[in-house]
């Protein structure tokens, strides 16, 4: 019988739990299709007294992670701790340093340390594996750094907080305002323990880091994200656009341009009746566009036990096959350093403002958007509510300067 991949698992909340059952629950499918074992030597977590509905005894106890790391029968060290300092990280670089794989979902930790993690795990023949990391479920990072490893991608964009488009779907179909629905998110337990982590876009923003350096070969460049979260879309927003036949999404893009690297994580409309327009409550949705490939769209669940389980498995039946892919696609010397763009490319923009009702208040908004260079390409006037009038534009595309020059001249729009 050949040697099983042993593993070490570093956290045991939901997605640690839910990978246990998997080495259970599949024990002889996976090694048929590894063709070799995958066992579990050895765990560690919080609370060792915790009851999380899966046997425990058969694997040795540590409380401490990095000993967990440094163990001699742990050929993989699985992080699932989370934050991107203390011991999630101490303990990948320790089984980093003696050359173990390490299979994570901490996509704070590589947004943060990934460059120099990959460079300690190529200086010792290993490799870290973070499906579990983006977009949970969806295998989108086996999708760039395998499957569409042949083309040139001109730009990746998707859903990528499923808490965020949530709010923004429940806020549209129940017409609740933001504060509501933000405190039916928090009942559900679907916020971070920090929710500006979610609803200010930084989680999703940590993702698309990791996206970028795959897709772009650059070094991860979260600090170069421009990022804008959903705290401060209203019902109104949701509404008017979709009067206009759009919806508002949480949308990530990253696109290498003739100025740089341009990562964007912000509030869009997106065609309501586009892939992305259509993807409703937590899920996650990744779009890709290689040269050869085209555009390709991956759906499905961002968060939670079995789909955040499943892409670490994903990762830990790579490595049992010796499938070891370098931790961005590529060693991490040959990863440029990225040169953030700093404008960003011409884009439709949406403007909603509140209009005194008097003759010529609409004439004067027109001509200050075309003395800014902005043309409009649609605008709806809405219900008259004494004195003012709201009002929807979609521009044609422009830069964000020319808008800001506009909505300096127009004064403060609502
Ligand atoms: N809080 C994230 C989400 C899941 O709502 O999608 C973990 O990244």
Redo the contacts with the bound molecule.
């Keep these: 019988m050949p040697q099983p991949l042993r593993l070490g698992i570093a956290g045991l909340g939901t997605v640690g739990t839910g990978v246990l059952k998997i080495v259970r629950r599949h024990e002889s499918t996976l090694t048929q299709r590894a063709g070799r074992p995958v066992s579990v030597s050895a765990v560690s977590a919080r609370s060792r007294d915790k009851d999380r509905g899966v046997p425990l005894e058969a694997f040795a106890w540590e409380d401490d992670a990095v000993a967990l790391a440094k163990r001699d029968d742990v050929d993989v060290f699985v992080e699932l701790i989370g934050g991107d300092t203390g011991p999630a990280l101490e303990a990948t670089e320790d089984a980093l340093a003696l050359g173990k794989d390490v299979v994570t979902a901490n996509?704070a930790m590589l947004a943060v340390h990934g460059q120099r993690l990959a460079e300690l795990a190529d200086a010792n023949g290993a490799t870290i594996r973070f499906e579990a990391a983006v977009a949970?479920g969806i295998p989108i990072i086996k999708a760039l750094t395998e499957s569409l490893a042949g083309n040139e991608f001109t730009r990746v964009m998707g859903v990528?907080?499923?808490?965020?488009?949530?709010i923004l779907t429940r806020m549209e179909n129940a017409g609740l305002p933001y504060d509501d629905v933000f405190a039916e998110a928090d009942a559900l337990g679907?916020?971070?323990a920090d929710p500006t982590?979610?609803v200010g876009g930084i989680?999703?923003g940590h993702?698309l880091a990791l996206l970028s350096a795959i897709a772009f070969g650059t070094q991860v460049d979260f600090d170069g994200i421009d990022i804008e979260g959903i705290e401060n879309v209203t019902i109104e927003d949701i509404e008017q656009a979709a009067d206009m036949g759009f919806r508002v999404k949480l949308l990530g893009v990253t696109q290498m341009t003739g100025r740089g690297l341009e990562q964007r994580m912000s509030p869009c409309l997106v065609p309501a009746n586009s892939p992305l327009g259509q993807l409703e409550n937590?899920m996650?949705m990744v779009v890709v566009e290689g040269d050869s490939s085209g555009q390709i769209v991956l759906r499905g669940a961002?968060?939670g036990e079995g789909p955040t389980a499943s892409a670490v498995m994903g990762d830990v039946m790579d490595l049992a096959r010796g499938i070891r892919t370098p931790t961005f696609g590529q060693p991490a010397a040959s990863l440029r350093k990225a040169t953030a763009a700093r404008a960003s490319a011409p884009a439709p923009f949406y403007l909603r403002m509140q209009l005194e009702d008097k003759p010529g208040a609409l004439a004067k908004v027109a001509a200050t958007l075309a003395d800014a260079g902005v043309s409009i390409d649609r605008m709806r006037q809405y219900r008259h509510e004494e004195p003012s009038a709201p009002v929807l534009i979609v521009t044609h595309r422009t830069t964000r300067a020319a808008i800001d020059d506009a909505i300096a001249a127009m004064g403060q729009p609502a």
Aim: glycine letters at 14%; proline letters at 0%; a negative charge.
């Design positions: 996509k949970g990528m907080n499923g808490t965020c488009n949530y679907y916020l971070e982590l979610d989680d999703a993702k937590a996650n961002g968060a």
